[in-house]
């Protein structure tokens, strides 16, 4: 593992603004006038530039409408994991509170229909007889399946955020950032990001059509449903630019104050993360991953079930049934990771590898009785284990099709995108994949079982062709060292207070040497230590998970080097500084 000190620009307008430490960190992070950090909603960009947003309001507005006194109906096509159930929970409560009454919606069973608006997800649709479909994290790649309600006289609007291929499908209206002429500055806005974005422009519709005093109907603050966006944001790992920070803070704020769907506040009761001090991390380690079970293993509808619920014990049920169910996640997980891990160490061994340095520029891995909904965390967990692009498959789970069919889940390191890399090998080789599409950091695929051989060939051949040994290191981006009397409550709240911290605006890491005090393990591989940054004078907490326990506690290391993260450790109301390591060598 190489450390590395992030470089900072002496060109700055930041200096005398804020504590020093503040503006060395937010300027490595090419922060450098004030007005970058400010985070009111006053700051948000407009609807306005979203392209075809006239039109999809306009689709909407129809509904409303309907037909003499019946309204139409609206059916939500939602996507599976976090991102799809806030976008999907957000949209059904903005559009009941803005005065829509007949709304339904389908999220599909990954297990049995895969992903979007499919043609197997079409029929059911159809069945249902909607007058518009809204597809939410999701749509931009459904050509077909939106071919065949179309011609079942249904409108569609897709609203997505994923990268568009060539062609768009025939909907009546999409909204996507990422789309060919949109001028919305921001990219980065995840599924319910641009969910949110159709809602305010919903509402300023229907103001100027004097919708809601005439129907008597109270015009809704839709910043009460940013807890829904903060919490699809950071578990789609999206990048967290000045828009992306603005919907996130917001959404901090509502839920510290308590101003949460009942849902949320009872998965962080579950967790044991309290509300009054959450940052963006607990939504992406805390929250995210509990309500992405429900989709991984079971069916997401009980995800959006705990989103749209307002009773706080219905709300407290469900959110125990979502960390059962996350808990059989990890032990599927962990099963799995063994085995990969197993297979990786043999692939060293047939290879001669000395080390990872000298294994493929990308890795493909397959088992048939890996669990389909659990590819993704494992592609993920070898990713941060081997710094490489990481396709893991499972079998379709498919009667019919049996191991005919693979279902992969994609991971990428920087520097390679992992999209754009498997539109290349389907261009070079027409039928070796079936479907895919995604994001550069990740992705998702099909491909039909016979392929898996030429498809790995493919796969590195295309990785080592894109990254050099360079990008291969795996490296820790540091934000240098902190003096002993910075390793303290006053800079953790500073540090804290300075976020939200993400995807591409990532919390502070420092690094530096330290006295071992004490060590030991604690649950199956955690290491607690007591450290020194000043040969005994202060002493601190630390704690790194899922450490090597082969390695560690070593009796015989009086001296480490650590990259860690300052944090606040809250136990039974007592506050305490902890370093949160995310690397230890012994010196």
């Known amino acids: ?25 937010y300027a490595a992070r090419n922060i450098t006038d004030p007005a970058q950090l400010k985070l009111e909603l006053s700051a948000l960009l407009s609807p306005d530039s979203m392209k075809d947003m006239p039109a999809a309001t306009a ?10 006194q019946q309204q139409g109906r609206i059916l939500i096509i939602s996507d599976f994991d976090a991102d799809g159930a806030t976008s999907c929970a957000l949209v059904l409560r903005a559009l009941r509170q803005m005065g829509f009454h007949s709304l ?16 197997e997800i079409a029929e059911l649709a159809v069945a249902r007889k909607p007058d518009l479909i809204i597809t939410v994290d999701n749509g931009i790649s459904s050509h077909e399946g939106i071919a065949l309600v179309r011609a079942a006289g ?27 002429g949109c001028n919305f500055a921001s990219k980065a806005l995840a599924g319910v990001g641009v969910v949110f974005y159709l809602m305010l422009a919903l509402r300023a519709f229907l103001r100027d059509k004097q919708w809601f005093s005439k129907a008597g ?16 944001t950071v578990a789609d790992l999206v990048p967290l630019d000045k828009n992306n920070r603005i919907l996130v803070n917001e959404g901090l704020r509502r839920i510290r104050a308590g101003r949460a769907c009942a849902g949320i506040l009872a998965i962080l009761e579950q ?75 043999l692939m060293q061994a047939e290879l001669q590898a000395q080390s990872s340095a000298d294994m493929p520029a990308a890795l493909c891995l397959y088992n048939g009785d890996w669990h389909q909904g659990v590819v993704g965390i494992l592609a993920s967990r070898i990713k941060e284990t081997f710094h490489r692009p990481v396709i893991v498959f499972a ?33 070079r080789n027409p039928g070796m994949i079936t479907r895919f599409g995604g994001h550069a950091m990740a992705a998702g695929l099909s491909l039909p079982r016979d392929q898996l051989d030429d498809f790995r060939q493919a796969l590195e051949n295309g990785a080592a062709a894109l990254l050099d040994k360079a990008a291969l290191q795996q490296k820790l981006l540091s934000d240098g060292d902190l003096a002993a009397d910075d390793l303290c409550m006053g800079t953790a709240q500073l540090l804290r207070d300075a976020g939200p911290w993400g995807q591409a605006f990532p919390e502070p890491l420092f690094d530096g040497e330290f006295l071992v005090v004490s060590q030991r393990l604690v649950g199956t591989n955690h290491l607690k230590l007591v450290v020194s940054p000043d040969d005994g004078r202060t002493v601190i907490d630390a704690i790194a998970f899922n450490i ?31 370093l949160m390591v995310e690397h230890l060598a012994a010196l």
């Open 1 to 25: 593992m190489l450390i590395e000190r992030r470089q900072v620009s002496a060109q700055t307008a930041l200096h005398g603004t804020l504590p020093p430490l503040l503006e060395r960190i």
């Open 59 to 68: 689709l909407l507005w129809d509904v409303l409408q309907g037909q003499g």
């Open 104 to 119: 339904d919606y389908i999220v599909p069973d990954r297990f049995i229909y895969g992903y979007g608006l499919s043609p």
């Open 154 to 180: 249904i409108k569609v609007l897709v609203t997505d955020h994923h990268l568009p291929g060539d062609e768009l499908p025939d909907a009546n209206a999409i909204l996507n950032p990422n789309q060919h």
């Open 217 to 232: 109907t109270p015009e809704p603050n839709l910043a009460d449903l940013l807890d829904l966006v903060a919490l699809g």
């Open 271 to 345: 967790a044991k993360r309290p509300r009054h001090n959450l940052v963006a991390s607990d939504l992406g380690f805390a929250v995210g991953p509990r309500l992405n079970a429900a989709g991984r293993l079971q069916d997401m509808a009980r995800g959006i079930d705990c989103l749209l619920c307002d009773d706080a014990n219905t709300a407290a049920s469900i959110a125990s049934e979502l960390d059962r169910i996350n808990n059989e996640r990890k032990r599927i997980e962990g099963d799995m990771r063994e085995q990969a891990m197993a297979s990786l160490t």
């Open 395 to 427: 079998s379709a789970d498919s009667a019919e099709n049996g191991e005919a069919e693979l279902k992969g889940s994609a991971r990428s390191i920087p520097g390679l995108h992992i999209r754009d890399l498997l539109d290349t090998i389907a261009t």
């Open 548 to 578: 090597d326990t082969a390695l560690w506690p070593d009796a015989s290391c009086q001296r480490l080097r650590l990259a860690y993260r300052l944090d606040i450790n809250e136990y039974r109301g007592q506050q305490q500084v902890q």
